[in-house]
């Protein structure tokens, strides 16, 4: 692999790890306000544009296996860890979002039962 296509698909990964872990946190701010569909719409989305990050990092994989040269330099390492912040953003995040619609059902829950109490 050239060096111009290696940084190519270097800030390829960055931009799309970039977005997907930006859609992560806006997802756990649609959590935080309660909508829990939204969120979990745009988690998705960000696990799609991490599969295509993913992508791109296995043709790397891949081609540095069969022998071909792969220039390192601190762009392609800045990419590397540009995706491996994003995909435990995201995983994170999924937990986050799964407490908080928890938290939210009890709360709702328990808002009824002192509404009860008071009847």
Known sequence: ??????????????????????MAYEALEVAEAGDFAQ??????????????????QTQFIQKSAAGEDIPI???????????????????LIGHLIALQEQVTKLEKRLEELEGASHV
């Open 1 to 22: 692999m050239d060096r111009e296509t290696c940084l190519e698909k270097s800030f390829e990964i960055v931009a799309v790890g970039g977005n997907a872990k930006g």
């Open 39 to 56: 969120a979990r719409e745009l988690l998705g989305a960000s696990e799609r544009d991490l599969v295509e990050a993913h992508k791109i």
């Open 73 to 91: 330099d601190m762009i392609f390492i800045h990419a590397q860890d540009h995706l491996m912040c994003a995909l435990e953003a995201q995983s």
